[in-house]
T-cell receptor, first 114, second 115 residues
Framework: QQQVKQSPQSLIVQKGGISIINCAYENTAFDYFPWYQQFPGKGPALLIAIRPDVSEKKEGRFTISFNKSAKQFSLHIMDSQPGDSATYFCAASGRNNQGGKLIFGQGTELSVKP | KAGVTQTPRYLIKTRGQQVTLSCSPISGHRSVSWYQQTPGQGLQFLFEYFSETQRNKGNFPGRFSGRQFSNSRSEMNVSTLELGDSALYLC????FGTGTTYEQYFGPGTRLTVT
């Protein structure tokens, strides 16, 4: 019940295209859903996050769509660029004192071809 | 504002030895969480410290331990190292209070190799 399942494992997109990564969770106690971007040799960097009271959040070219009833959320990268090539992780954490415990998906390796 | 810093960045140890890793959170952040990242298991939560107290713990053996100091800096220790402990150990800090959730910011990690 603590798992977060992420797909696809890898993704190849042409420059200018839309990259879509999906995640699903089971634990209804989760109430915070961030996405992280990680480049080789670096720590994960927070990209964007959402809470279950909204269905969509957009920051620049990055959008999170959230479906509370389906317990699914996804990251859309619009106008994908070669510089977006990295590994992306979705995550979830619970409310109150569980907030410091992020449960991560397995990651998606994104490659954007020029 | 300086980010999360971790020392050392790279470490090579022998099976059976012990190791201590250090993390300095972003100024003003009181919560420090530790994660282990491996190609096979991905990112796994180890533990979280808030105000010098362990607030959450993951499913790791007792060989993995940590502590937090009054200035919010944190250390984690792994005793009796095993080959499978080779991983990138990541520290993340947050402004967490009680009953709220804030963003976690990660450091660059410590790459531990056990031979």
């Amino acid at each position: 019940q603590q798992q977060v399942k992420q797909s696809p494992q890898s993704l190849i997109v042409q420059k200018g295209g839309i990259s879509i990564i999906n995640c699903a969770y089971e634990n209804t106690a989760f109430d915070y859903f961030p996405w992280y971007q990680q480049f080789p040799g670096k720590g994960p960097a927070l990209l964007i996050a959402i809470r279950p009271d909204v269905s969509e959040k957009k920051e620049g070219r990055f959008t999170i769509s959230f479906n509370k009833s389906a317990k699914q959320f996804s990251l859309h990268i619009m106008d994908s660029q070669p510089g977006d090539s990295a590994t992306y992780f979705c995550a979830a954490s619970g409310r109150n004192n569980q907030g410091g415990k992020l449960i991560f998906g397995q990651g998606t390796e994104l490659s954007v071809k020029p | 504002k300086a980010g999360v810093t971790q020392t050392p960045r790279y470490l090579i140890k022998t099976r059976g030895q012990q190791v201590t890793l250090s993390c300095s959170p972003i100024s003003g952040h009181r919560s420090v969480s530790w994660y282990q990242q491996t190609p096979g298991q991905g990112l796994q939560f180890l533990f979280e410290y808030f105000s010098e107290t362990q607030r959450n713990k993951g499913n790791f053996p007792g060989r993995f331990s940590g502590r937090q100091f009054s200035n919010s800096r944190s250390e984690m220790n792994v005793s009796t190292l095993e080959l499978g402990d080779s991983a990138l150990y990541l520290c993340a800090s947050s402004r967490f209070g009680t009953g709220t959730t804030y963003e976690q910011y990660f450091g660059p990690g410590t790459r531990l190799t056990v031979t």
